[in-house]
């Protein structure tokens, strides 16, 4: 024990989080750098850069056959990107979606999804080939333009970059998700990029917002309208953080007589078409635009989308805003341009950074091309001015292959500057070695491979115009890599070609977004919405609501559930709002275009309000702007409250009368009149001023009357000059004018009911 004791105490955690950090950071870089960042010189992630060059390695070329999209994935895979193959076609698919691409980088043979969000076919039943924007970011390739680095099991090797001759990380956009960051840059136009870069080369201290005269904003391959404000699209591009609300393209189809239909034509960008037209037909399911009376789909190869308004009253802008508000009609794209600038380094950038990370990018690959092409032209000059010693001392040569055992070893030792077959002054040309006059080992190579028929004399001019030809373009090299203006005006020429092969004369080159200022959207009222119509509505006692078209007689039988029967029957209009008075003190609001029909007999109110299984209904009826309303509780306390402070905007209702325990709310009736009349289960009457009641929210009020038992039975009000009206019990209409004997404080006992007076102690008779 004492061993054990003076072992000193080891800190395990330490190096855990260590090792933790480590491993986490090794994953987190490898998620930044070689998964979810896009490159800012070629605008790809490496998987997409792969399935280019694989495509490429398969010689796919535009105008080539169509390949298996299950052999380019496969290759893919297997030669440099040692991942899932589906996530490899997934890829690959996405580059030939022209819904979801502005400039697609695949041409798809087959089904290879579509703007409802449906899948693509298995990789066994499509294939595909390179598109000519795909072969424009392999431009000079094979001219050592770029780097090249081994791929991840080291037989073959891959470009770190393709050598790209536009901004296709703009054009195209892009988005993912790494570790702690993330980005996502919309498709923007070629066209105005380039004008963009062009505009940069002239003047490099350029601002950000000159930039926007040239790129005014994304140009999404689905259309559509952006309505974000200028200042907003400039601070984003500034800031390479941001938005954009897109809204859709629509136009408004006269149908004659007055009636009308929208029709959708362009839809916002990643909008799936299946699921927008799900939820426009949940908002008319569930009533929550009550104006929009049906959607279709009509469209083919286009987008048409049919919009019906349930009433040709309604301004078309007005439906529009409302499912802008609550559809996918109107979306905000994110703008997070996060790319990595060197290939290495994870940056959020401004629009200009990317461009001008782009231009040094097409300096270099151009500085790259040049020296590859010189050294092309140096190798060939060698062979040429070998070559052209050959003919010039044609009956030397021929001795040397036709009796020499080593020809090759003679025709090098050789010294070909002191004799030639012909006189030096019949051409003109570059000698082949400077002073000792021997041919180097390609040289020598070069004549042995000839062939017999070279030896023409027209073969020999041909030679000669060659190396004239390669020696200006060599001059023509140097004088380009000695002068960065020089370097400078050929990548404009080389963006001006770009702009002219992918603008306006491209298919799908011209702009496709446009911009607009949005209007705001105003808050329509219901009677805006909804054709108004006279209804009847139909309470049953056991909670089953009806509205009837029009204003029947409210004195008609109606059919009713076994063991139910009428509790509120009253007139009102489509437009109305129902109010509802709960025992438990709460108001519920329904819509009356809401309710069920009068063909069936209706439904339970709870299915559209909370209204909880303990809890009645007590009052229900239309609502007025401006009324009054007096409540009370069994208790008999109370107060009055206006109309608009009980409507609830949810289905959980509005809490207005506090009540506790065994006591129920009992009253809810509009206030008409100066005097106010409580009736309690006694059957005593007590009748005091309206001005003694206080207007409040909420709250449980003052006192009405004072029981000794019992409780309240019913209250109201009325004016005191007219007279208190009750319903005798043989159902006459009887009217007390002398109230001299029940006038008293608030909160008194009040004196017996008069002779006649209801037996269920209610001022209107039964309700």
């Given at each position: ?155 073959l090797e891959e470009p770190a970059v393709l050598p790209a001759t536009f901004p296709n990380l703009l054009a195209n956009g ?594």
């Amino acid at each position: 024990m004492s061993d054990e004791a003076d072992i000193p105490e080891m800190d395990l955690s330490e190096p855990l989080r260590r090792a933790l950090g480590e491993r986490y950071l090794t994953y987190a870089l490898s998620t930044i750098m070689h998964r979810a960042l896009p490159d800012a010189r070629d605008g790809l992630k490496p998987v997409h850069r792969r399935i280019i060059y694989a495509m490429h390695r398969l010689r796919l070329a535009p105008s080539g056959k169509f390949l298996k999209s299950a052999k380019i994935s496969g290759d893919t895979m297997g030669d440099f990107h040692p991942h899932g193959d589906a996530a490899i076609y997934d890829a690959m698919a996405r580059l030939a979606q022209d819904f979801n691409v502005r400039y697609p980088l695949v041409d798809g043979q087959g089904n290879f999804g579509n703007i409802d969000g449906d899948n693509p076919a298995a990789s066994r039943y499509t294939e595909a080939r390179m598109t000519i924007v795909a072969e424009a970011l392999l431009e000079g390739l094979d001219e050592n333009a770029v780097d090249f680095r081994d791929n991840y099991d080291g037989r073959l090797e891959e470009p770190a970059v393709l050598p790209a001759t536009f901004p296709n990380l703009l054009a195209n956009g892009a988005a993912g998700i790494a570790v702690g960051m993330a980005t996502n840059i919309p498709p923007h136009n070629v066209a105005e990029l380039v004008d963009a870069c062009l505009h940069l080369i002239k003047t490099p201290d350029a601002r950000d917002d000159t930039l926007l005269n040239y790129v005014p904003g994304p140009d999404f391959p689905t259309g559509g309208i952006i309505v974000e404000p200028p200042e907003a699209i400039a601070q984003a591009y500034r800031t390479g953080k941001g938005g954009f609300r897109l809204r859709c393209r629509y136009e408004v189809e006269d149908l004659g007589r007055g009636q009308w239909q929208i029709v959708v034509t362009e839809i916002p960008y990643q909008v799936q078409k299946s699921k927008l037209i799900e939820k426009l037909a949940e908002l008319i399911q569930t009533k929550k635009i009550p104006i929009l009376a049906d959607v279709r789909d009509e469209s083919a190869d286009d987008i048409r989308l049919i919009l019906e308004p349930r009433t040709k009253n309604v301004d078309p802008d007005v439906m529009m805003g409302m499912l802008y508000r609550n559809s996918d009609l109107e979306v905000r794209f994110s703008l997070n341009m996060n790319v990595l600038i060197d290939g290495v380094t994870p940056k959020v950038c401004s629009m200009k950074e990317v461009l001008s990370a782009f231009l040094d990018f097409r300096r270099e690959v151009l500085i790259r091309r040049s020296e590859h092409r010189m050294e092309k032209i140096d190798h060939r000059l060698e062979v040429l001015e070998g070559l052209i010693v050959a003919f010039l001392n044609l009956d030397r040569v021929i001795d040397i292959i036709r009796y020499d055992e080593d020809p090759k070893t003679a025709l090098m030792r050789e010294d070909w500057s002191k004799h030639h077959s012909r006189a030096m002054s019949e051409v003109d040309y570059v000698t082949p070695a400077e002073g000792d006059g021997e041919l180097s080992e390609v040289q020598v190579e070069a004549i042995l491979n000839m062939r017999l028929r070279s030896l023409r004399r027209l073969e020999e001019m041909e030679l000669l115009r060659e190396q004239s030809k390669l020696m200006e373009e060599r001059a023509g090299l140097e004088d380009l890599l000695d002068n960065e203006s020089l370097q400078w005006a050929t990548i404009s020429d080389q963006l001006r070609e770009v702009k002219k092969k992918f603008g306006k004369n491209y298919e799908g080159g011209a702009r496709r977004t446009t911009f607009a200022e949005a209007a705001e959207i105003e808050e329509v009222p219901l009677e805006a919405m909804i054709e108004r119509e006279p209804i009847t509505i139909v309470f049953s006692q056991m909670g089953w609501v009806r509205a009837m078209t029009g204003h029947i007689d409210l004195g008609r039988e109606l059919k009713f559930k076994d063991g139910d029967g009428p509790r509120f029957i009253f007139h009102a209009e489509t437009t109305d709002r129902l109010v509802l008075f709960g025992s438990n003190g709460r108001f519920y609001t329904v819509s009356a275009s809401n309710l069920p029909g009068g063909r069936g007999m209706g439904e339970p109110v709870r299915l559209m309000v909370d209204l909880p299984n303990e809890a009645d209904i007590v009052s229900t009826f239309a609502h007025r702007a401006g009324r009054k309303l007096l409540v009370a509780s069994s208790a008999g306390d109370g107060f009055v409250v206006t109309e608009e402070d009980v409507i609830a905007q949810t289905r959980s209702g509005k809490q207005v009368l506090n009540v506790r325990g065994d006591v129920r709310a009992a009253v809810c009736k509009p206030v008409d009149g100066d005097s106010v009349a409580v009736v309690g289960e006694n059957r005593k009457v007590l009748v005091f001023g309206l001005d003694e009641l206080p207007e409040m929210g909420r709250g449980k009020g003052v006192r009405l009357q004072k029981y000794k038992d019992g409780g309240l039975s019913d209250a109201t009000t009325f004016t005191r000059s007219e007279g208190l009206s009750w319903l005798d019990p043989a159902g006459r209409r009887r009217t007390e004018t002398d109230l001299d004997e029940w006038v008293g404080k608030r909160a008194s006992s009040g004196r017996m009911a008069p002779r006649g007076f209801p037996r269920d102690n209610r001022f209107n008779g039964a309700s």
